[in-house]
């Protein structure tokens, strides 16, 4: 037996081949999975990672797709997308959760506020899962996943078994910690604070209201693209002032609404969003001096 058909035939019911990753991008881009394997539950999470260890497929972990651009041939060996067990939420203390690393982050922040538990609003302005927010520290209006991280589980690829690192052991700065890609996180522990729930609903609209505002809804997008840089002003601002807004690649366009959000306007490939990337980031180099860093991950062939 081949070691491809070794793979589906362990685990079948929830592994495909050559399946389409564009349906799990917010872009609605990127190529096939050579493997996609949806991984249930812990146990068969580590019972996978043991069998890879012997047969070595490539491991690219893949959360809700809110900021990832996959390439158009798609990607090499196994995508692995946590599902099930992994999207559910638990009160352990009265002002403290547990919540799966694939749980969506507006659906955490709601289930803090039915519990009277302020400080997470802001999660419900953050596109994406919890697992890929605290990998990129994710944060909005003055707030980051490092505020409010008590604790997280991760299953080490290498070791294949389940561990947890506390707060006070991740170095967290913007946009990024030091969390290497050899753990998959697989839950975590958010503290907030015990408020009401008018007061917390309240705070969570405010910061709803806000975003609708100043951010493009209802296209296919990914988020913001580059990174906010310390020490110069607003990447949107200097994708603005170098004139930059204007850019287009195929069907890869630029928000209108904010100019740090790429669009796919319909028929775009993701080439076009990559080729669109760079021509704004060496545009922007050129006439500023400044580097622009991406915030958007990529992956893929």
Partial sequence: MSLNNELIKKFSNDITKDSKLSNLSWFSLGGPAEFLFKAKNKNQLIEFLKFNKIHKHKITILGAGSNTLIRDRGVRGVVIKLVSDFAKISLIDKDTIEVGAATLDRKISNFAKDNGIGGLEFLSCIPGSIGGGVIMNSGCYNNDISKVLKSLKVVDIHECKEKEIKREDIKFFYRGTNLTNQFIIT?????GKIQSKESIEKLQNDMIHKKKLSQPSQIKTCGSTFKNLSNSKKA?????ETGCD????????ISQKHCNFFVNNGKAKSADIEKLINKVKQTVNDKTGISLELELRIIGE
């Fill in 246 to 253: 204007k850019f287009k690649e195929g069907d890869a366009i």
């Fill in 187 to 191: 839950s975590v522990k958010l503290k």
């Fill in 236 to 240: 949107w601002e200097l994708i603005k």
